[in-house]
């Protein structure tokens, strides 16, 4: 998460941020980066490769008994495509 914060100003957490992507990606494993908050750095992470996401800028953490309901809710919903990783 703290690369997340830094990867808007800093170069060197923007090339660590594409590193582990594109490292993932070469083995064939999916990639989560968490800890997004703002649709900046959604776009960031978008344009490094990555198509897996979570964070506030998706939800807030939720308790267990809520999670299925939040999923189930938002299964059909057409999401921006700038906010369609989750």
Known sequence: RSFGREMESSPLARDVIKTMISMARNLNFDCVIEGVESA???????????????GYLFSQPLPEDEVLPFIAARRDRSLPAERKIA
């Open 40 to 54: 900046e750095q959604l776009a960031l992470l978008r344009s490094f490769g990555c198509n897996l996401a979570q």
